[in-house]
């Protein structure tokens, strides 16, 4: 239980997710009756901060839902911070106003 309470995504999404399930499996094959939404709650403390803050506005029921919207934020998170580099005519360098801050 210690785990649980102090588990923190300290890679990408994926990666916690993976983390994460493992101790919820080991937490349920002792307490069946886990609380779902307690699980859910946790999950998304442990979220870096950029990816819980749109999660939470969402208010996902349970942990299918708030793994997918972490999956899908940390996307977008990571896609505006990548500079394009690429644009309709094929080089950013002759255009740098066309880059995403």
Same mark, same amino acid.
């Given at each position: 239980?210690?785990?649980?309470?102090? %588990?923190?995504?300290?890679? !990408?999404?994926?990666?916690?997710?993976?983390?994460? @399930?493992?101790? !919820?499996?080991? %937490? /349920?094959?002792?307490?069946?009756?886990?609380?779902?939404?307690?699980?859910?709650?946790?999950?998304?403390?442990?979220?870096?901060? &950029? %990816?819980?803050?749109?999660?939470? !506005?969402? /208010?996902?029921? @349970?942990? &299918?839902?708030?793994?997918?919207?972490?999956?899908?934020?940390?996307?977008?998170?990571?896609?505006?911070?990548?500079?394009?580099? /690429?644009?309709?005519?094929?080089?950013?360098?002759?255009?740098?106003?066309?880059?995403?801050?």
């Amino acid at each position: 239980m210690r785990q649980f309470f102090h %588990i923190r995504q300290n890679g !990408i999404v994926p990666e916690y997710i993976e983390q994460f @399930d493992e101790l !919820i499996h080991q %937490i /349920k094959a002792h307490d069946p009756r886990f609380d779902p939404m307690l699980v859910t709650k946790r999950f998304i403390d442990g979220l870096n901060h &950029d %990816i819980k803050s749109v999660v939470m !506005i969402h /208010k996902p029921r @349970d942990l &299918d839902a708030v793994s997918s919207l972490a999956l899908l934020q940390e996307e977008l998170v990571t896609d505006v911070y990548k500079p394009d580099i /690429k644009n309709t005519e094929g080089s950013m360098a002759s255009n740098p106003s066309t880059s995403i801050l």
